[in-house]
């Protein structure tokens, strides 16, 4: 798996995901949600369009990833969901408690803190 952030604001960030988010690799996204929240990020976008398959571990990693946000303040959203993750995502309920948008841009603005 290979993750890639890229910063909207000081506050927030997109973190593209690529590859597999399984049980080999769900602690290298946890990890970055921690490192993104420690450095005073509260909103995190998870780009998924390239993720080719995703396990319940996986989704742990997710959820774990909001937890933090929430935490901080803040929250997250998941962006380009492809069609095997979006199927986990709807058979475990979790679309319901993780917003999805077809675009990066969609969800970026979504997370956009209300003044």
């Given at each position: ?14 973190v ?87 675009s ?12």
């Amino acid at each position: 798996m290979k993750l890639t952030s890229s910063p909207v604001d000081k506050r927030q960030v997109v973190v593209a995901v690529e590859g597999r988010l399984d049980a080999e690799t769900c602690n290298t996204l946890k990890q970055a949600f921690h490192d993104h929240a420690a450095n005073g990020v509260q909103w995190v976008t998870v780009e998924m369009s390239q993720v080719s398959f995703i396990d319940s571990s996986g989704l742990s990693a997710l959820i774990s990833g909001l937890k933090t946000m929430r935490q901080s303040g803040g929250g997250l959203n998941l962006a380009a969901v492809g069609s095997q993750a979006r199927t986990a995502l709807r058979l475990t309920l979790l679309d319901t408690v993780l917003p999805i948008y077809d675009s990066v841009v969609e969800a970026a603005a979504a997370l956009q803190p209300k003044p």
